[in-house]
């Protein structure tokens, strides 16, 4: 329990910013959304960072460089250190520019004001709160996991996921935006900190990486130092999910936040080094755990699948548990069975099934008991940023909603997101507790939440810079993106008994739909397996350029007001 001691201590703290935040407050809608615009060039780096660095980028992005390599690097965390940096540059500044003039709040008050709309403002609020469900239920996961892992199981998951949520809910609750900036820059500013530390330390106790690396190099895991591993439609389709970035509406409402357009300068020189900071340490750890035997055995006994590989090899789960509580070491005999590669094969694709846990699984196992604890809460830190999304989606409920239906006064708005930030946490708690065991983290954020907000982005595009875009060009693209994310869940709802048994096993065709493939835990097309947010993201840029092109434009007057200087 000493580690997870360590990490209550710091949810304690956690939650007390949150609550002096509240101290600090002058009341009012704007300073509880928004802070008052007031946030400082650090805080508002480190916050806004802080907001996309969730229990995705780092167990999620560690899981999957376990599974799949070193590559993962140059899937995501490359890319974004250009495309998002390059989107706060010219589509954050513009955001702000705007807010700051006519007092918006959220994307869906630019939208109806920009297009001259009203009910399909509504219908783009209920889009982007249900794609954002996802992320924080990923919070909520990671909250549980890490709490689970760092006790040994001691703090069961269902109550690691409670105490988190209840945790974030408390300090959104009370410190509104100021709180969750706070907490954020906390927390960013410890991850990136000891973040290194970590790895310095872990990778010291397994005989550093370059050890690892030829270990891996000289066996059949010798795929995980290239990408190989990763098709080329995989590649392609990752490259579109950065776009997703400034349409999350939790980072375009940070981008309201600043208190002046220089913050967003420093903003965009040091966010890729934070993203350099905070991925590298995360996927080398996934990929050297994928060469450690105590590691790998741990989370194959955490598998689902154990139970039926112990009733087929008695003889040999008990030879994993040994190896996994530290029983048998290297310098023992019975442990070279585990090296012979049929089963050394079926352990890793076992351990594949639980790979998000591979992080915590390397500090229980290579740190000391209140190391383990600090280290800890400083995962803890980054998989409890679903913070800025419940407050986002607060804000959006009181602004797009509450507000725009009637809800006049400031604090009867305040108390009305406060009620949704509750209700927000009980669902996302909810589905959790239901979908852990049937969903990784990284595969669940991308093919929802990163897919659907990258298919809305040419909805901020056009608002933003076209002139001609209209509400019915908004209303195609957002009916398209609707559609494109039910079929997907119907049809992987109904190919379940297609699936593949681990992450790493090849996809499979699905009957009656040509060109798509099973995987998994999600859908691709075509032999290159590339992702949903491809023809997603396509087909909303058509649609909107089409539509708009035949429908009637917004009047002169709204046209001079955002695009006549």
């Known amino acids: 329990?000493?580690?997870?001691?360590?990490?209550?201590?710091?949810?304690?703290?956690?939650?007390?910013?949150?609550?002096?935040?509240?101290?600090?407050?002058?009341?009012?809608?704007?300073?509880?959304?928004?802070?008052?615009?007031?946030?400082?060039?650090?805080?508002?780096?480190?916050?806004?960072?802080?907001?996309?660095?969730?229990?995705?980028?780092?167990?999620?992005?560690?899981?999957?460089?376990?599974?799949?390599?070193?590559?993962?690097?140059?899937?995501?965390?490359?890319?974004?250190?250009?495309?998002?940096?390059?989107?706060?540059?010219?589509?954050?500044?513009r955001l702000w520019s705007i807010g700051k003039r006519f007092g918006h709040m959220t994307q869906v008050q630019i939208f109806r004001d920009r297009w001259e709309m009203k009910h399909i403002g509504t219908l783009i609020f209920f889009l982007e709160a249900v794609m954002l469900v996802p992320y924080i239920i990923i919070g909520v996961m990671g909250g549980g996991e890490t709490l689970e892992g760092v006790s040994n199981g001691f703090v069961p998951y269902w109550l690691g996921g409670l105490i988190v949520a209840l945790v974030v809910m408390s300090?959104?609750?009370?410190?509104?935006?100021?709180?969750?900036?706070?907490?954020?820059?906390?927390?960013?500013?410890?991850?990136?900190?000891?973040?290194?530390i970590t790895f310095a330390i872990i990778s010291h106790a397994v005989g550093g990486f370059s050890q690892t690396a030829q270990q891996l190099a000289s066996g059949p895991d010798a795929r995980l130092l290239t990408r190989a591993a990763i098709p080329k439609g995989m590649y392609f389709s990752y490259a579109l999910i950065p776009i997703s970035s400034i349409m999350f509406p939790h980072i375009a409402i940070f981008c309201l936040t600043a208190e002046k357009m220089s913050s967003f300068r420093r903003t965009v020189i040091f966010y890729p080094l934070c993203i350099m900071l905070t991925w590298l340490p995360a996927i080398f750890l996934g990929v050297m755990a994928a060469g450690q035997p105590r590691v790998v055995s741990a989370l194959a006994?955490?598998?689902?699948?154990?139970?039926?590989?112990?009733?087929?090899d008695p003889a040999a789960a008990d030879l994993v548990a040994a190896v996994a509580d530290g029983s048998i070491t290297p310098i023992d005999h019975d442990f070279e069975t585990?090296?012979?590669?049929?089963?050394?094969?079926?352990?890793?694709?076992?351990?594949?099934?639980?790979?998000?846990?591979?992080?915590?699984?390397?500090?229980?196992?290579?740190?000391?008991?209140?190391?383990?604890?600090?280290?800890?809460?400083?995962?803890?830190?980054?998989?409890?940023?679903s913070d800025s999304q419940i407050l986002a989606l607060s804000t959006m409920w009181a602004e797009d909603v509450y507000h725009f239906y009637g809800g006049q006064s400031e604090t009867a708005r305040v108390w009305s997101a406060r009620a949704f930030v509750v209700i927000c946490t009980i669902v996302a708690y909810t589905i959790a507790l239901s979908v852990h065991k049937y969903e990784n983290i990284f595969d669940l954020a991308v093919q929802y939440a990163f897919s659907g907000y990258t298919a809305l982005a040419p909805l901020m595009l056009a608002a933003l810079f076209w002139k001609g875009s209209t509400k019915y060009g908004a209303l195609a693209a957002t009916l398209w993106v609707i559609a494109s994310l039910l079929f997907i869940t119907w049809l992987q709802y109904h190919t379940q008994t297609l699936a593949p048994a681990t992450p790493a096993a090849p996809p499979v065709p699905i009957p009656h739909f040509p060109s798509f493939y099973r995987e998994f835990n999600r859908i691709s097309f075509t032999e290159q397996r590339f992702l949903i947010v491809l023809p997603m993201f396509v087909g909303s840029a058509l649609l909107m350029w089409l539509v708009s092109f035949f429908t009637k434009k917004p009047s002169p007057a709204t046209i001079a007001r955002y695009f006549n200087k």
């Open 171 to 196: 300090y959104v609750f009370f410190g509104g935006m100021r709180g969750t900036a706070w907490v954020n820059t906390l927390q960013t500013l410890m991850f990136l900190i000891f973040g290194t």
């Open 301 to 312: 006994l955490k598998s689902p699948q154990f139970p039926a590989f112990k009733h087929e």
């Open 338 to 385: 585990l090296q012979q590669p049929p089963l050394k094969q079926r352990l890793k694709a076992l351990a594949n099934t639980t790979s998000d846990g591979v992080m915590l699984q390397m500090l229980s196992t290579y740190t000391p008991g209140i190391l383990a604890g600090v280290l800890g809460a400083l995962i803890m830190a980054c998989v409890m940023a």
């Open 1 to 93: 329990m000493l580690p997870a001691i360590v990490v209550f201590i710091y949810l304690a703290i956690v939650l007390y910013v949150g609550i002096f935040a509240f101290r600090r407050s002058r009341g009012g809608a704007e300073d509880f959304f928004l802070a008052n615009r007031s946030l400082g060039p650090f805080v508002f780096l480190l916050s806004l960072f802080g907001s996309n660095m969730t229990a995705f980028s780092i167990l999620g992005s560690s899981g999957l460089s376990f599974r799949i390599g070193i590559g993962v690097f140059g899937l995501l965390a490359s890319i974004s250190a250009i495309i998002i940096p390059m989107s706060l540059f010219l589509i954050g500044t």
